[in-house]
């Protein structure tokens, strides 16, 4: 069975204009929907909801500008919306950027600069997929567990902070792009308890020396999926995901598992979740203990400073405790 092919709207009350958009688009194998004017196309987005819109600004009913602004308002997935007019006035473009437009092209066109820009849109929108995909899967093995509640969005907002102070000393690697990655693969560090059974990942109390060598075996499981994953694909967020997953419950010190690495021979990204993973987890309340103070969190992390934790994520986390602290206060779990 092929693909669906991807949905596009074209607002245009040009006839002559629209008929020509719609042949290009059908020639690149687009499914492509029509409207006349703003109102028709604010319609049939919300009947059809199409992965990309491409829109003129002065059309009647209501017009380009008023279209992005309620297509942004009532849109469940984000659109790719593109704007195709005949006024190249700088105040024009800002505006309708301003609206939520995310691309600009001035008629007449070229069919080809056309085609690129939605090459553009199509890029763009398969990583919100997978990135909508990647949430999936780690909340999938959240849902087995009665303890995580708002887990994964304060691992990510703590690897976030972290990461930032890391990029503030001078961390090279640590660009604005690899941030994001490290914000949207964080989730996945625990994937691998999909594999572990339901009596071991909720057993309310602590787990015997044989269980907890079963609860171990996760990060084995996960970054095995993943490395499956990233050799069928290519994917280098794949990678990065795998070194999240086997790495982060790896020691400064050397003494974690799986491999029992140490200090800057475990991936940086491993290193920030597995301060971040710690943190939530002595902050929050679990089925087999209660949420530590405050206090008593602060003095855990430093008392890991070297020995379980990089140094450096430790003097990060003292500078902005009261982040940390104020993430936990506004994600925090009440129902367990």
Not at 129 to 137: K, S
Not at 274 to 294: E, G, H, M, Q, T
Request: contains cysteine; proline residues 5%.
């Amino acid at each position: 069975m092929l693909p669906p092919r991807q949905k596009i709207l074209v607002a245009e009350d040009s006839l002559s204009q629209r008929v020509m958009i719609s042949r290009h688009l059908r020639k690149w194998d687009y499914d492509v929907l029509e409207a006349s004017d703003g109102l028709e196309a604010l319609s049939l987005f919300r009947r059809e909801s199409p992965s990309i819109v491409v829109t003129d600004l002065d059309m009647p009913g209501i017009d380009g500008f008023r279209l992005i602004e309620a297509i942004r308002k009532s849109e469940i997935f984000r659109t790719f919306i593109i704007v195709l007019s005949a006024s190249d006035d700088k105040s024009s473009v800002v505006s309708a950027l301003a609206m939520g437009a995310d691309d600009y092209l001035v008629k007449p066109y070229h069919p080809d600069e056309l085609e690129v820009r939605l090459s553009g849109a199509d890029r763009v929108l398969m990583l919100q997929n997978q990135e909508l995909l990647i949430f999936a899967m780690a909340q999938m093995v959240d849902t087995r567990s009665r303890e995580t509640g708002a887990h994964l969005d304060r691992v990510q907002f703590f690897c976030r902070k972290l990461a930032e102070g890391l990029a503030v000393m001078g961390e090279e690697v640590v660009t604005p792009s690899w941030t994001n990655q490290l914000f949207s693969l964080a989730p996945l560090h625990d994937v691998g308890k999909i594999g572990i059974p339901d009596a071991i990942l909720n057993k309310p109390g602590r787990l015997s020396p044989e269980e907890f060598e079963v609860m171990k075996e996760h990060v084995t499981i996960g970054a095995d999926m993943f490395a499956r994953i990233h050799e069928k694909t290519g994917y280098a967020p794949f990678a990065f995901a795998r070194d999240i997953i086997r790495y982060h419950h790896e020691k400064f010190n050397g003494s974690g598992y799986p491999e029992g690495l140490s200090g800057e021979s475990i991936p940086l990204a491993a290193r920030i979740v597995a301060l971040a993973d710690v943190y939530d987890a002595i902050s929050s309340k679990r089925v087999y203990k209660p949420a530590f103070p405050r206090e008593v969190c602060w003095d855990i992390i430093n008392e890991g400073r070297g020995t379980h934790f990089d140094p450096r994520m430790v003097d990060i986390f003292n500078e902005e405790e009261s982040f940390f602290w104020s993430i936990v206060e506004e994600y925090r779990d009440f129902d367990l």
